[in-house]
């Protein structure tokens, strides 16, 4: 059976069965979103950073790497080949296998082994034509460079037809290489008058092709490969193979827009450029660039759709962040791209603006205070939106560290923005004077505890909008842990009866250094919010901080190495803003 009918009954099956109804049977799910997450039953792990998606069918473990489809993880779980799992999954979906399917691994070799015979053609007909040669000079690509990327030309002729037929290719090898359409029971191929650009995985073996138009009027101006059994667009990242042997702690891979930027970036010095394969930039890309780099730089174009695609790759790596592992954007002047930069430019000056590219939180600060910036009516009603849509951003943080500490910093810079007047800001700091002169540090959890309450109990109109925060510690204070238990479970009547003298202790304790009666519900909110941030949430780091310096003591490597680093800056962090 050809690849093309036996991804057809394949993608039958996928379609019937989810991949978290598989993973399940194995590890406990919980929806995060559009995602499942859960512990990865691959590799032993505290927090869970295993993630199911079901409208992609793919898996992605953020701590060991381990990822793949339904059929990756039947052959990975039960130690299978790819038949067996075929077969499980038939079994499972309820759609036979056809009697006349007939597959090997074998299959596999025969699709390389063609690739690399069109590899080599390519490679010989770039030196065979002028025109090629010419438009590789116009844009920089010596010789170097060209045998580094294998960068070849596809003539206009069949003549690559002819070759792979005389090669004792089949017809089915040859239309399943993703090199060539079938019209009219005719093969032909789909790369013509092109600069061709091989695609390689990480072992250093071809899978794909990208070609780029060398004829102003070339239409589409790129063309690339369609997906195989062997090359996935999601998971896929051109450069990848070469990147990966120059990756070291001063040298993180560089995501670029295009193959030209990658090469280019690579023929004056910066090795470890890659770049998506035409789709967008997936949660599949952003795994296989944190496995080998702890903070790769995002660099795409200068222009407004280069901007808003770096903008799109920050939102979606909140969902994924993990302790130790993040991104940094490096923003190119407009009008220019790494590849026109770098023609146009000394090399230093790349190098100057790789260094100053900024974390995660000051690239996206920057958008959400412009935002604010051109608030054409800064009225209260349209600051209040501005703040909920930050932070429907920052809750897409699944770890709960990060999380905690974006919050925190976030409202610091709000604060910070609207400048010393700003009333949650006067509260605040009133507060912490107040407490630091009064008390002795032992006491500080327990009136931490006993403001959170006061507060709630004093303005129950803004429990809603704090009960992920309240559910989410418990109080080290017996009888305040009963009363946080109790506002949880009475949300809707807010009936604090029988728990009298415990809401008169908390009153007693708290109310000589806060009071909110004058105060706006939302100014309550970010108030309560930062009290929470300032000590309950440290206490919460503190705790998993020990958890992680116990993980590294029993098995030190990359991941609990990174983990235990991360808090404990984090830890560190939020201690100095305490002061």
Not at 149 to 169: M, Q, T, V, W
Not at 184 to 189: H, M, S
Request: charged content about 30%.
């Amino acid at each position: 059976m050809a690849y093309s009918e036996l991804n057809t009954v394949l993608s039958l099956m996928k379609e019937r069965v989810n991949l978290s109804q598989i993973v399940r049977r194995d590890v406990t799910l919980q929806k995060k979103g559009r995602e499942f997450v859960g512990h990865c039953p691959f590799h032993n792990e505290k927090t869970g950073s295993f993630f199911v998606n079901d409208d992609k069918g793919t898996f992605y473990c953020f701590g060991c790497g381990a990822s793949g489809d339904i059929i990756e993880y039947l052959i990975r779980k039960n130690g299978i080949q790819f038949m067996q799992a075929v077969e499980i999954l038939s079994e499972i979906s309820g759609i036979k296998i056809p009697e006349k399917m007939q597959y090997s691994d074998n299959c596999i070799y025969k699709q390389q082994s063609i690739l690399l015979k069109i590899v080599e053609f390519f490679k010989d007909n770039l030196a065979m034509s002028n025109d090629a040669m010419e438009y590789c000079k116009k844009r920089g690509l010596v010789q170097e460079i060209i045998n580094k990327f294998s960068i070849g030309y596809a003539p206009r002729d069949n003549s690559l037809l002819n070759y792979l037929k005389e090669a004792k290719f089949s017809h089915d090898d040859i239309l399943n290489s993703g090199v060539f359409i079938e019209k009219d029971g005719e093969l032909i191929c789909r790369f013509r008058d092109r600069i061709m650009f091989p695609v390689f995985n990480k072992n250093g073996k071809p899978i794909a092709f990208g070609g780029r138009g060398i004829r102003k009027d070339a239409m589409p101006k790129y063309i690339n490969s369609p997906e195989t059994t062997i090359f996935q667009k999601r998971e896929t990242l051109y450069g990848y193979s070469s990147a990966v042997k120059c990756i070291s702690k001063v040298m993180p891979f560089i995501l670029v827009e295009g193959y030209m930027d990658v090469v280019i970036m690579s023929k004056y010095g910066f090795n470890t450029a890659v770049a998506s394969m035409g789709t967008a930039f997936s949660s599949q890309h952003l795994a296989k660039l944190w496995t080998y780099s702890d903070e790769p730089i995002v660099c795409l174009d200068g222009d407004f759709a280069g901007y808003n695609a770096m903008l799109k790759i920050a939102i979606l790596a909140l969902s994924y962040l993990q302790p130790g592992k993040s991104l940094k954007f490096c923003k190119i002047p407009e009008d220019d791209d790494p590849d026109s930069f770098l023609k146009s430019h000394p090399k230093t000056e790349m190098e100057k603006l790789l260094s100053k590219s900024k974390n995660l939180i000051d690239f996206l600060w920057e958008r959400f205070a412009q935002n604010f910036v051109e608030m054409p009516n800064k009225t209260p009603e349209n600051i209040a939106k501005w703040k909920r849509e930050i932070f429907s951003h920052i809750d897409e943080i699944q770890n709960a560290d990060i999380k905690a500490l974006y919050k925190q910093e976030i409202r610091e810079r709000i604060v910070a923005l609207f400048g010393k007047g700003n009333k949650p800001s006067s509260h605040l700091n009133a507060y912490r004077k107040s407490l630091s002169v009064q008390v002795d540090k032992k006491e500080k959890m327990l009136l931490r505890e006993a403001v959170l309450l006061y507060i709630l109990i004093s303005r129950p109109s803004v429990i809603p909008f704090v009960v992920e925060e309240l559910a989410s510690v418990e109080f080290s204070d017996k009888d305040f842990e009963h009363l946080r238990h109790r506002i949880l479970e009475n949300l809707d009547s807010q009936d604090f009866g029988g728990a009298g003298d415990v809401v008169l202790r908390s009153k007693q304790l708290a109310s000589e250094f806060v009071s909110c009666n004058e105060m706006q519900d939302s100014d309550v909110i970010e108030l309560w919010k930062d009290v929470f941030d300032l000590g309950i949430a440290r206490k919460r780091v503190a705790n998993d901080l020990k958890v992680a310096k116990s993980e590294c003591e029993a098995s030190f490597d990359d991941v609990t190495w990174n983990r235990f680093k991360a808090l404990k800056l984090g830890f560190i962090s939020s201690k100095n803003s305490e002061k």
